[in-house]
Every structure is written in structure tokens, then in C-alpha cells.
């Protein structure tokens, strides 16, 4: 078993002065912390959290993305750690074109699953600008200091506003004690007051009944504002510091038994299923054995498939990445990975079936993309057994990345809606398009698709049924015709 070894980076034999520099509150702070505050008020105060007609954060999202961003590049010009790489450009790019996703479409699915992909392509990007990371950002070196730099600078600055603001106050660390010994002898004071005068005792009760009523949901949302504003705050302003001390993970050549052993038992495993893949789904040979029918049978199990392949990269990549000078590891890795294939092809044969039983949806549109993604991956840890010394992590990554992207500006919504409205006019007893915008969530985009329904009767139905969904009853109406800033997208322009 190989032993993973840890070395701080050193000048010397000394830690660098990174490490021990002490941070300071500066203009670039102020304005930064600022700006943090007013983006973590704009999330938790400026859109609805139910879900309804406008879910989750709009416009409002891509003007505080694009706002910080440029503050913190400008405020890095300033003091001269701008550093014009090309992959942190690429990456600013796609940050930016992602975070615009916010501010045209309206799909709920999508504006979730982009939050935490926009938050790291965002950190690894201005890493990369700022002279932060030492290695390549789309390098699996860098992706994983990236990764590690982005949780430090979450709490790296944490604490710069308290301690400018107790230097400037001159009471150093007596301030926070201070105020809870303050609150303490506030709350003795009162109890015993209240105990010796029943006036006093009366104006006591009904400030703590005004308090029983405070809505606890906006004590709630300003809490979670103000952490959201630390988080933030630290993360950018530590941008503009000087590097701090990683740890680089390094390896050296150990035993990789546990690695073959294992390897070898899924190469079994996964040829014996690849055999029963190859001779009844690809086929279409009927079993006895396929419970419910072929039709059943091949539209089952697929994310359990899916679940399955991503597993086996998760145990493939590092073993290739720790033993790729071992002969017998990179043999077992191609030919896991090629076993592997045939999971992913049975995976997306098994959903291509389920989509023409159901049609499309949102989550259906990811999963195919999901598992051309993992197939892409497989194919290079082929290459990669093959040909150890290829760097081909950079060049995979960016094609991950800038087709996730590519994905959010196809339109979803109106590829779904169009689809179903196609297979709703080859079975016009199809009661899917119903049933789809329930279950897929209310999107302005479904107007222009309904009006393509061919049966003018139907066609009125579905989109009264359409209507009547965006209304007060099913959802929040106030929302629809007034639009918070955060909710807001250029497509509800389109909603009626």
C-alpha cells in the first residue's frame, strides 16, 4: 500500500512569510465586505425559498457574481497579482457565462445544481488570476489544491473585520467579553428588579410578548446573511494576500496488492454483467427472468448504473494516479475501465428507452449528459493506461466544464416542452404534457410550446391547465407579475 506524505512548502527550511504575515483590514476590505453583505442580503431577503413560480436566485445572482468578481480583479490589478493565465481566463469565462444562466433562464433544477459548479469554477478561476494556485487549474494537481485553497479561504479572513474593528475601538479583546458580560448583568438586573416592583415587572412582560412575536423566520434569514457575509468576505480578500502555505500531496512507490485485488474482482464481476448486457439488452433477447416484461426490464436500473461507473472512476483514477508505473495497475484500470463502458452504454440504452416511454425532463437531460461525461472519463483512463505520461486531465476537464456550460444555454425548458409537445401531437391520448408541468415546475417557456399542440381543443386545454398553474391558487401570483430582482430572468418576459 502506498503512503501518501504531506511537505509544507518551504524557503529555507523556514515556513514562508505568507503563513506568518498579518492580514489587515484595507480600502479594498471595506469595499469588499460591503459588497458581501449586500450579496448574502440580496440571497437571503430578495427571492421566495418555496419553490413556486420564480425558484431560487435570478438576475440578482449574476450581478452580485459579476460585481465581486470584477472588484476583486481590479483590486488585484491595483497591488499588482494579476496574472493573466490562460486557464484562468478560460475558467473566468465559462464563470461568467454560467452565472449569466441566472439572468435569462428560469429553469429550477438547473439553478441548483449551477450553484456549487459556479462557486469552485469561480474559486479555481481567480486562483489562477491572482497567482494563488502554483500548479495548472485544470490540472488534477490543481483542481485538488484548488479545491483545498477554496475551504482554507472561506476561513482564512474570517476574523480582519473583528480585529479592525477592536484595534480602531482600542479595546483590543475585551470588546466581545465585554458586551456578554454587559448582556449578563443586564438580565440579573432585570429579574431582580422585576421581583421587587410589579410595574416594572408588567413592562418586562410585554416587552418579552413583543419578542414571543418577532417573525423567527427573518431572525433566521439575517443570521444566515450575516454568516453568508464572512464566508464571502474571506474567501475574496483572501484573493488579494500573498499565497498561503499548501500542502502538497506527493507519493512514493509502495505496495499496490489491495489495489490489484480489488481491480481484479471487478474485472470478473463486470465481465460476467457485460456478458449478460451484450447477449439479452443489446440483443433484445427475452428471459424468463426479466420481471415485467423486456420493455420493464430495459428501463430499469439505470441510475444505479450510472451510480455504479462513477464509483469505479472514484477507485480507478487513484490507483492509476498512484501506481501508473506498475504494469499490472494499468492493465487492470483499462480493462476496468473498458468493462466499465459497457455499464455506461447500458446505462444511456436504458434511459434512450425510458425517455421514448415518458419523454424529456430536466433531470433526464443531466443524466444523459452525466453519463456522456463518465464515458468521456473512461475513455481517457484508457489512454491513460496506456500512455502514462499523457497530461490528459487539462484537456478533459475543460471539455467537462465548457459542455456543462453549453448545457445551460441550450435551453432546457423549451427542449422538454417542445418534445413533449411533439409527442403529444403523435398520441393525442397522451396525457404526459399535463403531468410534465407538474412535475417539472411551471417555466414561461411552456407557452410558445403549448401553442404548437396540434388539436385546437386540446391546445386551449393545456394551456389553460398552463394558466391556471401560474395563478394565485397553485402558485405565488405576486411573484409572476412582480418579479423580485433576485428571482428575475429576461424569460419571464415571455410568461403571460
Given at each position: 500500500m502506498s503512503e501518501l506524505t504531506e511537505n509544507v512548502l518551504t524557503e529555507n527550511n523556514k515556513p514562508l512569510p505568507a503563513a506568518q504575515d498579518e492580514i489587515k483590514m484595507d480600502r479594498a476590505g471595506v469595499i469588499l465586505l460591503v459588497l458581501s453583505f449586500?450579496?448574502?442580503?440580496?440571497?437571503?431577503?430578495?427571492?421566495?425559498?418555496?419553490?413556486?413560480?420564480?425558484?431560487?436566485?435570478?438576475?440578482?445572482?449574476?450581478?452580485?457574481?459579476?460585481?465581486?468578481?470584477?472588484?476583486?480583479?481590479?483590486?488585484?490589478?491595483?497591488?499588482?497579482?494579476?496574472?493573466?493565465?490562460?486557464?484562468?481566463?478560460?475558467?473566468?469565462?465559462?464563470?461568467?457565462?454560467?452565472?449569466?444562466?441566472?439572468?435569462?433562464?428560469?429553469?429550477?433544477?438547473?439553478r441548483r445544481l449551477n450553484l456549487p459548479v459556479l462557486l469552485l469554477i469561480t474559486a479555481q478561476a481567480l486562483f489562477a488570476l491572482t497567482g494563488q494556485n502554483t500548479a495548472s487549474a485544470l490540472s488534477g494537481q490543481g483542481l485538488w489544491e484548488g479545491f483545498r485553497r477554496y475551504l482554507k479561504s472561506l476561513f482564512r479572513c474570517r476574523s480582519v473585520p473583528f480585529t479592525a474593528v477592536t484595534r480602531r475601538t482600542q479595546h483590543n479583546g475585551y470588546l466581545l467579553p465585554g458586551i456578554l458580560a454587559a448582556i449578563c448583568t443586564m438580565a440579573l438586573a432585570a429579574i431582580l428588579l422585576s421581583s421587587a416592583d410589579q410595574v416594572f415587572s408588567g413592562m418586562?412582560?410585554?416587552?418579552?410578548?413583543?419578542?414571543?412575536?418577532?417573525?423567527?423566520?427573518?431572525?433566521?434569514?439575517?443570521?444566515?446573511?450575516?454568516?453568508?457575509?464572512?464566508?464571502?468576505?474571506?474567501?475574496?480578500?483572501?484573493?488579494?494576500?500573498?499565497?498561503?502555505?499548501?500542502?502538497?500531496?506527493?507519493?512514493?512507490?509502495?505496495?499496490?496488492?489491495?489495489?490489484?485485488?480489488?481491480?481484479?474482482?471487478?474485472?470478473?464481476?463486470?465481465?460476467?454483467?457485460?456478458?449478460?448486457?451484450?447477449?439479452?439488452?443489446?440483443?433484445?433477447?427475452?428471459?424468463?427472468?426479466?420481471?415485467?416484461?423486456?420493455?420493464?426490464?430495459?428501463?430499469?436500473?439505470?441510475?444505479?448504473?450510472?451510480?455504479?461507473?462513477?464509483?469505479?472512476?472514484?477507485?480507478?483514477?487513484?490507483?492509476?494516479?498512484?501506481?501508473?508505473?506498475?504494469?499490472?495497475?494499468?492493465?487492470?484500470?483499462?480493462?476496468?475501465?473498458?468493462?466499465?463502458?459497457?455499464?455506461?452504454?447500458?446505462?444511456?440504452?436504458?434511459?434512450?428507452?425510458?425517455?421514448?416511454?415518458?419523454?424529456?425532463?430536466?433531470?433526464?437531460?443531466?443524466?444523459?449528459?452525466?453519463?456522456?461525461?463518465?464515458?468521456?472519463?473512461?475513455?481517457?483512463?484508457?489512454?491513460?493506461?496506456?500512455r502514462p505520461g499523457l497530461k490528459i486531465c487539462p484537456l478533459l476537464a475543460a471539455v467537462i466544464l465548457a459542455s456543462w456550460v453549453a448545457l445551460n444555454w441550450v435551453n432546457v425548458d423549451r427542449l422538454v416542452a417542445d418534445s413533449q409537445v411533439a409527442r403529444f401531437n403523435n398520441d393525442p391520448e397522451n396525457t404526459g404534457i399535463y403531468s410534465l408541468v407538474s412535475d417539472q415546475g411551471w417555466s414561461p417557456e411552456y407557452y410558445a410550446a403549448f401553442e404548437k399542440i396540434a388539436d385546437p381543443e386540446k391546445r386551449a386545454d393545456a394551456l389553460e391547465f398552463l394558466i391556471d398553474l401560474g395563478s394565485e391558487t397553485h402558485r405565488d401570483d405576486r411573484c409572476l407579475k412582480h418579479p423580485a430582482l433576485y428571482d428575475w430572468s429576461f424569460a419571464l418576459l415571455r410568461a403571460r
Amino acid at each position: 500500500m502506498s503512503e501518501l506524505t504531506e511537505n509544507v512548502l518551504t524557503e529555507n527550511n523556514k515556513p514562508l512569510p505568507a503563513a506568518q504575515d498579518e492580514i489587515k483590514m484595507d480600502r479594498a476590505g471595506v469595499i469588499l465586505l460591503v459588497l458581501s453583505f449586500l450579496a448574502a442580503l440580496l440571497y437571503c431577503f430578495a427571492h421566495s425559498w418555496t419553490g413556486s413560480v420564480c425558484p431560487g436566485p435570478g438576475i440578482g445572482l449574476t450581478i452580485s457574481h459579476w460585481v465581486l468578481t470584477g472588484t476583486v480583479l481590479a483590486a488585484a490589478k491595483a497591488r499588482g497579482r494579476l496574472t493573466l493565465r490562460r486557464d484562468g481566463l478560460f475558467l473566468l469565462v465559462l464563470s461568467l457565462l454560467l452565472s449569466a444562466v441566472y439572468g435569462v433562464f428560469a429553469n429550477t433544477t438547473l439553478r441548483r445544481l449551477n450553484l456549487p459548479v459556479l462557486l469552485l469554477i469561480t474559486a479555481q478561476a481567480l486562483f489562477a488570476l491572482t497567482g494563488q494556485n502554483t500548479a495548472s487549474a485544470l490540472s488534477g494537481q490543481g483542481l485538488w489544491e484548488g479545491f483545498r485553497r477554496y475551504l482554507k479561504s472561506l476561513f482564512r479572513c474570517r476574523s480582519v473585520p473583528f480585529t479592525a474593528v477592536t484595534r480602531r475601538t482600542q479595546h483590543n479583546g475585551y470588546l466581545l467579553p465585554g458586551i456578554l458580560a454587559a448582556i449578563c448583568t443586564m438580565a440579573l438586573a432585570a429579574i431582580l428588579l422585576s421581583s421587587a416592583d410589579q410595574v416594572f415587572s408588567g413592562m418586562l412582560d410585554s416587552v418579552a410578548e413583543k419578542i414571543r412575536q418577532v417573525d423567527f423566520l427573518f431572525v433566521f434569514r439575517l443570521f444566515l446573511a450575516l454568516i453568508l457575509t464572512l464566508l464571502l468576505f474571506s474567501h475574496h480578500f483572501s484573493l488579494l494576500q500573498a499565497p498561503g502555505a499548501i500542502r502538497p500531496v506527493t507519493t512514493r512507490a509502495g505496495n499496490p496488492t489491495m489495489f490489484l485485488m480489488v481491480l481484479g474482482s471487478l474485472v470478473l464481476v463486470y465481465a460476467l454483467f457485460g456478458y449478460v448486457q451484450i447477449r439479452y439488452l443489446f440483443a433484445g433477447t427475452e428471459s424468463v427472468r426479466m420481471s415485467g416484461g423486456y420493455a420493464a426490464y430495459a428501463r430499469s436500473g439505470f441510475f444505479q448504473l450510472v451510480l455504479v461507473a462513477l464509483l469505479t472512476l472514484c477507485l480507478i483514477l487513484p490507483a492509476l494516479t498512484l501506481f501508473r508505473e506498475n504494469t499490472g495497475i494499468r492493465i487492470l484500470c483499462g480493462l476496468t475501465a473498458a468493462l466499465t463502458i459497457i455499464i455506461d452504454v447500458s446505462a444511456y440504452l436504458r434511459m434512450h428507452l425510458y425517455i421514448g416511454a415518458f419523454g424529456l425532463s430536466t433531470l433526464r437531460v443531466v443524466t444523459v449528459w452525466g453519463i456522456g461525461v463518465i464515458l468521456l472519463a473512461l475513455l481517457a483512463v484508457i489512454v491513460k493506461s496506456i500512455r502514462p505520461g499523457l497530461k490528459i486531465c487539462p484537456l478533459l476537464a475543460a471539455v467537462i466544464l465548457a459542455s456543462w456550460v453549453a448545457l445551460n444555454w441550450v435551453n432546457v425548458d423549451r427542449l422538454v416542452a417542445d418534445s413533449q409537445v411533439a409527442r403529444f401531437n403523435n398520441d393525442p391520448e397522451n396525457t404526459g404534457i399535463y403531468s410534465l408541468v407538474s412535475d417539472q415546475g411551471w417555466s414561461p417557456e411552456y407557452y410558445a410550446a403549448f401553442e404548437k399542440i396540434a388539436d385546437p381543443e386540446k391546445r386551449a386545454d393545456a394551456l389553460e391547465f398552463l394558466i391556471d398553474l401560474g395563478s394565485e391558487t397553485h402558485r405565488d401570483d405576486r411573484c409572476l407579475k412582480h418579479p423580485a430582482l433576485y428571482d428575475w430572468s429576461f424569460a419571464l418576459l415571455r410568461a403571460r
